[in-house]
């Protein structure tokens, strides 16, 4: 893994916090709403920590994020509604389960990430490893089952909830400690909008459309022309406000992708009368270029959206934004001083009227932008976004400042040195030296340096994840950083030898080995240069003491104590000096 420098470090350490992102299964050719989410964090995140992302399948997060890849299934879970089992042990038993307990003890991540509300396995899997999970929310929930089966999940697994608005967070309240809960709107980075390009696309799309400079566009943007958006109210509002006003156009931004909702709104609008004055185009993947072009945007979502991008895009291009008060669009409006400019959900006449307000107040609807566009980045801005960030990351570092003291050699469990531990539900042998635990690469290499099954001592996973991951034992080629770093080899001859400490020690004696605790039917057979390369040396315990005969004043002391036995003990020393 590559590793970056950066900010949040341990105490007394050069390590950064490493973070393992687990990516959500979005598009390949579009980013989806959480992916857009996660990629922010993860532009501001690498600049401090170093970050490694976790991926079903290439995708656009993948090549836009600018971080190592590692590509690895995680499938969607969904807990059965009826089961006698607690959650812990049922997710356990999932195929995936083994695999991704095995890939966070290689990596040993400080904290895992997860976005969605399916991103069970990752969290479940860290937390048999005591690993902290950060749970990132983006979209509102209102699904009752959702909210009563996967806000369980959050509420278990996760030590720290973060949403993108209140109402994201809001089914979580009543079961997290607000301590868990964290609020992260998301922001846009102005050199993303490309403000310098401004006049260029408004004029380009507008003379492509075409559009005269006199005319002001109403626009309706979404990445996905659904029903929920309220395309259908946008089409109503934009005939009775065509009617009004000859001099307003109306464009539409966006994919279709429910045909029939999609003809039926065009049918409404073509029915009118004023067909001609409607325009058709796509949104993404540069949605600047088309709300640049609008003066006045249109949200008129019917669903509780947590977030709209959209409207936040508006307002940093500095045009107006009227929305129907749903979820967050309520939330986002009123922090910016936009709750002027709401409408009840759902109310077509109360849309109009404000749209036609806009369209009737001269110059004012600038001016009006602009304060709007001034509120947005005090409240959704870089600097707003960095400081959350900020708040939120020293809670983190402060939880794995105390996860790392854990792994500090005083600090670990004490557990047998050169022997093999694996973990309940890992299937990954490790051999566990000098308080670090090295794993093997294969079943080959366990089997070559004569390892067997019965050696296999299991312990918890949270437990053996506090050892430290070092460099994986692989036995093509058997070289030393491949190799153990103690163990029993011969060349093509019959000589046997200790391998310890880079060095290689004749074996003197089977019964020496065997104090040592090595079994002598363990002998690995080894290339004779491999030895050779290897200084040899003498083993460096003392042997057992000789029994040793008293001198003439362990004697005389004897002699005075009790005199019999001096007499024997000196008469012992003689008879040995005897030629």
């Given at each position: 893994m590559e590793h970056d420098s950066g900010g949040l470090r341990a105490e007394r350490s050069p390590a950064p916090l490493r973070i393992m992102l687990f990516a959500p299964s979005g598009g390949r050719r579009a980013l989806t709403g959480m992916e857009k989410y996660m990629l922010t964090l993860i532009r501001v995140l690498k600049e401090q920590a170093e970050c490694l992302l976790v991926a079903g399948e290439p995708g656009v997060l993948a090549a836009e994020a600018g971080l190592p890849v590692i590509a690895h299934p995680v499938p969607p879970y969904h807990l059965p509604t009826e089961h006698g089992e607690s959650p812990d042990t049922?997710?356990?038993?999932?195929?995936?389960?083994?695999?991704?307990?095995?890939?966070?003890?290689?990596?040993?991540?400080?904290?895992?990430?997860?976005?969605?509300?399916?991103?069970?396995?990752?969290?479940?899997?860290?937390?048999?490893?005591?690993?902290?999970?950060?749970?990132?929310?983006?979209?509102?929930?209102?699904?009752?089952?959702?909210?009563?089966?996967?806000?369980?999940?959050?509420?278990?697994?996760?030590?720290?909830?973060?949403?993108?608005?209140?109402?994201?967070?809001?089914?979580?309240?009543?079961?997290?400690?607000?301590?868990?809960?964290?609020?992260?709107?998301?922001?846009?980075?102005?050199?993303?909008?490309?403000?310098?390009?401004?006049?260029?696309?408004?004029?380009?799309?507008?003379?492509?459309?075409?559009?005269?400079?006199?005319?002001?566009?109403?626009?309706?943007?979404?990445?996905?022309?659904?029903?929920?958006?309220?395309?259908?109210?946008?089409?109503?509002?934009?005939?009775?406000?065509a009617a009004v006003h000859p001099d307003v156009r109306f464009l539409v931004a966006g994919s279709v992708c429910d045909e029939a909702h999609y003809r039926n709104c065009r049918r409404l609008i073509d029915e009118s009368g004023y067909g001609s004055r409607f325009h058709y185009v796509e949104l993404e993947p540069h949605r600047e270029q088309v709300l640049v072009a609008m003066d006045l945007i249109v949200v008129p979502s019917l669903f509780a959206e947590s977030f709209s991008m959209t409207a936040l895009d508006g307002w940093l291009l500095g045009k107006n934004v009227i929305a129907y008060r749903s979820g967050g669009l309520e939330e986002m409006m009123?922090?910016?001083?936009?709750?002027?400019?709401?409408?009840?959900?759902?109310?077509?006449?109360?849309?109009?009227?404000?749209?036609?307000?806009?369209?009737?107040?001269?110059?004012?609807?600038?001016?009006?932008?602009?304060?709007s566009r001034r509120s947005t980045e005090a409240v959704y801005g870089e600097a707003a976004y960095r400081k959350r960030l900020a708040k939120l990351m020293a809670n983190v570092c402060n939880r794995v400042l105390v996860l790392r003291r854990r792994r500090k050699p005083r600090s670990l469990p004490v557990l047998r040195s050169n022997a093999v531990y694996k973990g309940k539900w890992s299937p990954a042998l490790f051999l566990l030296e000098r308080g670090m635990k090295r794993p093997?690469?294969?079943?080959?290499?366990?089997?070559?340096?004569?390892?067997?099954?019965?050696?296999?001592?299991?312990?918890?996973?949270?437990?053996?994840?506090?050892?430290?991951?070092?460099?994986?034992?692989?036995?093509?080629?058997?070289?030393?950083?491949?190799?153990?770093?103690?163990?029993?080899?011969?060349?093509?001859?019959?000589?046997?030898?200790?391998?310890?400490?880079?060095?290689?020690?004749?074996?003197?004696?089977?019964?020496?080995?065997?104090?040592r605790g090595l079994d002598p039917t363990r002998v690995v057979p080894l290339p004779s240069d491999e030895l050779r390369a290897l200084p040899l040396g003498a083993d460096r315990r003392r042997s057992p003491k000789r029994r040793r005969y008293p001198g003439t004043k362990q004697a005389g002391r004897a002699m005075r104590h009790n005199p019999a036995r001096g007499r024997r003990l000196k008469s012992r020393k003689h008879s040995r000096a005897r030629p």
């Open positions: 049922v997710m356990q038993r999932h195929p995936a389960c083994g695999s991704l307990v095995n890939l966070l003890h290689m990596r040993q991540p400080d904290i895992v990430l997860v976005g969605g509300p399916h991103p069970v396995l990752p969290a479940s899997a860290a937390k048999m490893l005591g690993i902290p999970v950060l749970w990132l929310l983006t979209e509102t929930v209102t699904d009752p089952d959702w909210t009563s089966q996967t806000g369980q999940w959050i509420e278990r697994y996760a030590d720290w909830i973060v949403g993108v608005s209140d109402v994201s967070l809001e089914p979580l309240r009543t079961r997290a400690s607000e301590s868990k809960i964290f609020l992260l709107p998301p922001t846009r980075r102005c050199e993303e909008l490309n403000p310098d390009f401004h006049r260029v696309y408004r004029d380009k799309l507008r003379s492509a459309l075409p559009v005269e400079e006199k005319h002001r566009i109403v626009g309706f943007a979404a990445p996905r022309l659904k029903s929920e958006m309220g395309l259908s109210w946008f089409a109503a509002m934009a005939v009775q406000v009123t922090a910016t001083g936009s709750s002027g400019l709401l409408a009840p959900q759902g109310d077509v006449e109360a849309l109009t009227d404000c749209v036609l307000k806009c369209l009737e107040t001269g110059e004012q609807p600038g001016s009006r932008a602009e304060a093997f690469a294969s079943a080959e290499a366990f089997r070559f340096y004569r390892y067997r099954g019965e050696d296999i001592r299991v312990v918890p996973d949270a437990v053996l994840n506090r050892f430290p991951t070092g460099r994986v034992l692989r036995h093509d080629p058997p070289s030393p950083p491949n190799r153990p770093s103690v163990m029993l080899a011969k060349g093509r001859d019959r000589l046997v030898y200790l391998l310890t400490g880079g060095r290689r020690l004749p074996v003197v004696s089977q019964a020496a080995l065997r104090q």
